[in-house]
């Protein structure tokens, strides 16, 4: 199998989309963001490219003036002010940059690094990629990726990248014996907007369990039924026409089968407003009435209206301490007889269990499916 970290970001975030876009091929239109970053990327390539001169500052708006492309945003006002964003970059980059002073190795180099597969050596997965760039440091190397978002994270989020770790996996498989130097080699996310650079290191443990990262991402995906899975993102999902979790809210209000269901959803969500309406009054009535036949001591009340009688019962749930009752039972051997399997911390535990195990607690799982609906107010 062959994967690129954006891949492999879009399976952990969304296995539907990873479908749609890498196995079915159906093409998800660029966004303005994407558009803009894309011609950042193009621009700052530009800068670097290596010459006796490099491009001056104008230069550089110039070819990122005549790369603008208006059509992907929806107002004047919105292109002008990313336009605006994109200048006011470029000349903090000139800024707090000394162009002709950069030590270019590489710029938006194409990689693939084959990564052995743990249960069968003949066959190996591939990581692919582009780094935006290498630069040659004073005691070593430095690899930069370029970031065009406008949150910044923590430090402890750069050192635990998975991006920058595949990055420097590709870097030590084209430049092997820097390995031995591992600490003179810096990755680092350039966040643009912010004008800030955060750099980090690795050991070799921890590109080690980048490769079990992988593979097990690889296992994952082969195993997977590629569920759509509701994310903070889905707002910018260009798959949104044909997800099964957003696709409704595209019918044509106009279409016969939609006409239907929407009176059905109306009447639906109009009985549910009633319904709780409903159960807080009798939630309220209920604790009066459990605080009278406490107060009378009595345990049913008689309507003389109805003819009805209302009864109170007492439910008691009993807990037991867990160390308790193993320390007593586990002597006698009867312990694993009275103790559940948790499912939630089992799922929890899976993906750092060896394959062959994971397999076959895989292999134990039964599934039993129940439907139900929630409702909560949409943002638009």
Known sequence: MRLSYSSMDTYMTCPLKYKYKEIDKISEPKS??????????????????PAILPPT???????????????????????????????EILRDYYRMNDISKSKIVALETPFRVDVPDTDDPNISHTISGIIDRIDRTDDGYEIIDYKTSKKMPAQKDVDENLQLSIYLLAFLDRYPKEIERLDSVHVSLYFLKHGVKLS????????????????????????????????????WCGYQKICPLWRHKFVSSQEESSVDIQEKLSEYLSLRDQSRSVKQQIGSLQNQLIDYMKKEDVERLFDSNSESVVARSERVTRTYDRDVVKNVLTPLGQFDNVVKVDVTALSRLLPS??????SSLEDAVSEKKTYSLSVKKSAS
């Open 32 to 49: 303005k963001d994407q558009v803009f970053g894309s011609l950042i990327h193009a621009t700052l390539k530009y800068v670097h490219i």
């Open 57 to 87: 500052l104008e230069q550089a708006l110039d070819y990122f003036s005549r790369g603008w492309n208006s059509d992907v945003f929806e107002s004047e006002a919105e292109e002008r002010a990313l336009f605006s964003q994109g200048v």
């Open 200 to 235: 980090s290191t690795r050991t070799r443990s921890e590109l080690e369990d980048v490769r079990n990262r992988f593979l097990d991402l690889v296992f994952q995906i082969q195993e997977s039924n590629f569920s759509a899975r509701l994310n903070p993102l889905c707002d």
């Open 353 to 358: 269990l060896p394959r062959d195990i994971r």
